[in-house]
């Protein structure tokens, strides 16, 4: 097996900790570890370091060097820039033709997620590289644990035999009475944005239906066979459309199936996800430093200073060395607002 970790995203939603020049995958957020080396991490007792991939902008190659050093240098598949998740999918395979066959099982997963049950990772994967040799394209479902606003959804159809289901459509993130009804159904899972497949359904279903992108792969394999995997496709990337995995390929093809997954799975995308994840004192306070909490409940503190919380629920304060983010806990997701602001301020060193 083959496996693909997506690594150059911004990770906005986790602003102020998160900056272009250190995007949450590289932050220590849920161990001593960065996110990306947690991710290698439990790859490692079933894919050896040789077969795992990273690909990532061209901005964070650095980073990647810097936190994962045993990784083979050919194994890191540059972006020139980010394209959204369909472009960079499309582009490693592309890579990857030149190493393993068209039979070959891929698995794809982000740089940044949060997987506790290691076991029970480790034993969906085996399935999904069973089911992926029938040919079809593999998606991982989250049971859902609470009617969560966040996360888009699966709804999935009869349970098969492999214990898979075949996914009847993708749902968008619900508001919160929509969210209820879909855990009242049974059938519903959040989308893990987790995958697996052989390299000819994926490559075939690139050609079916995004044909554009196709087209382009190929002359970057054209170019790459004749200059060599390290010549500039910077003018043909940027024509790549630029959608999601789910929207330009995994809505559309006939054969796709779900494994409902119970991991203790979290995509930490909000500090609010983040202090899901966390051990908290009997009034469900966090604090990541020396924090008083007076009648205080449900609070999320990040900071190096000493702070006292007295009559205050549900906020979420972090504090790095040049600014201090303080919002409602359960709006700590409106973040991205803040970086969207900073960019048309040109406050480049705050972003």
Request: glycine share 6%; net charge negative.
């Amino acid at each position: 097996m083959i496996a693909l970790i997506m690594a150059g995203g911004s990770g906005t939603r986790f602003w102020p900790a998160s900056r272009a020049s250190k995007p949450k995958q590289f932050l220590e957020i849920a161990a001593n570890k960065s996110m990306i080396q947690l991710t290698v991490e439990r790859l490692l007792p079933i894919v050896p370091l040789t077969d795992i991939y990273i690909v990532t902008a061209a901005s964070q190659l650095p980073l990647i060097r810097e936190h994962l050093p045993k990784l083979p240098k050919e194994n890191i598949i540059i972006e020139p820039f980010g394209m959204n998740t369909a472009a960079c999918i499309a582009l490693s395979c592309t890579y990857l033709k030149g190493y393993y066959e068209d039979t070959d099982t891929m698995l794809v997963l982000p740089a940044d997620h949060l997987i506790q049950d290691l076991p029970a990772f480790h034993a969906s994967i085996a399935l999904a590289e069973a089911k992926a040799k029938e040919g079809g394209l593999i998606t991982f479902g989250i049971v859902p644990e609470y009617p969560a606003t966040g996360y888009g959804y699966i709804e999935a159809g009869a349970r098969e035999a492999d214990g898979s289901h075949r996914v009847l459509r993708f749902k968008e993130k619900p508001d919160y009475a929509t969210a209820q009804s879909f855990l009242a159904q049974g059938n519903f899972f959040w989308n893990s944005g987790m995958f697996a497949w052989q390299l000819s359904a994926i490559n075939e279903a690139f050609k079916r239906y995004l044909p554009e992108m196709d087209a382009l792969c190929q002359q970057i394999s054209r170019r790459w066979e004749k200059e060599g995997n390290s010549a500039p496709i910077d003018d043909l990337y940027q024509q790549m459309p630029r959608l999601p995995i789910d929207i330009g390929i995994m809505e559309k093809v006939d054969k796709l199936n779900v494994f409902p997954v119970d991991l203790g799975w979290s995509d930490v995308g909000s500090w609010k996800a983040l202090y899901d994840t966390k051990s908290k004192d009997a009034q469900g306070n966090y604090s990541a430093g020396e924090t008083l909490f007076i009648d205080a409940q449900k609070n999320y503190i990040e900071s190096k200073k000493y702070v006292a919380l007295i009559g205050i629920d549900n906020l979420c304060v972090v504090e790095t060395a040049d600014a201090i983010l303080i919002c409602p806990l359960d709006k700590s997701e409106e973040v991205k607002k803040v970086v969207d602001t900073l960019k048309t301020q040109k406050r480049d060193e705050l972003l």
